[in-house]
């Protein structure tokens, strides 16, 4: 049972690259998340999706698309790299309902764009 | 709109107790969740508040008062490895999100 995995680890972009980070989980778990987190302003939410097929904006949308194609992926989208992408990318999921579930956090993305 | 405060950053000796405390105005609330995320590290779950009171989990202890948007997370026998950063997140009426607060970074010296 891995949980929540990341792909990649790091890397490194050009501005006006495109790249797609990839989250997983194996708990079969409905909801799904992605954050960015930037220092001094915590984990800000980018997108979500409360089951397979659907997704919904979070906080901070702009510059980001996302897919849920099957239940266990949820896929982050750069069309267009920019520097002010330049974070740190945490994938999470839940069970259900996140008022009474915890989120579990995959080990994260370091994106730098230059 | 939503707005979460922590303070920034506190200092505490070894076996001592800390309090970080966490306010919140939001449009609805449901429930408050304390994480711990060590340097370079995902944040880990450690506690979930929805009624006022005081939730107890061995060394850590977390409180919610909702009529004044007030938390605080209580860390007693302070141990090196409780160095970390410790987020404060709240979910709306009908859990749609978690809103994080920024985090308070907790050193523990010798």
């Known amino acids: 049972n891995a949980g929540v995995t990341q792909t990649p680890k790091f890397r490194v972009l050009k501005t006006g690259q495109s790249m797609t980070l990839l989250c997983a989980q194996d708990m079969n778990h409905e909801y799904m998340y992605w954050y960015r987190q930037d220092p001094g302003m915590g984990l800000r939410l980018i997108h979500y999706s409360v089951g397979e097929g659907t997704t919904a904006k979070g906080e901070v949308p702009d510059g980001y698309n996302v897919s849920r194609l099957k239940k266990q992926n949820f896929l982050l989208g750069l069309e267009s790299a920019a520097p002010s992408q330049t974070s740190v990318y945490f994938c999470a999921s839940s069970s259900t309902l996140q008022t009474v579930e915890t989120q579990y956090f995959g080990p994260g993305t370091r994106l730098l764009v230059l | 709109g939503q707005n979460i405060d922590q303070p920034t950053e506190m200092t505490a000796t070894e076996g001592a107790i800390v309090q970080i405390n966490c306010t919140y105005q939001?449009?609805?609330?449901?429930?408050l969740f304390w994480y711990q995320q060590h340097a370079g590290e995902a944040p880990t779950f450690l506690s979930y508040?929805?009624?006022?009171g005081l939730e107890e989990k061995g060394r850590f202890s977390s409180f919610l008062s909702r009529s004044k948007g007030y938390s605080y997370l209580l860390l007693k026998e302070l141990q090196m490895k409780d160095s970390a950063s410790y987020l404060c997140a709240v979910t709306g009426n009908y859990g749609q999100n978690f809103v994080f607060g920024p985090g308070t970074r907790l050193s523990v010296l010798p």
């Open positions: 939001t449009s609805g609330f449901n429930g």
């Open positions: 508040n929805v009624l006022d």
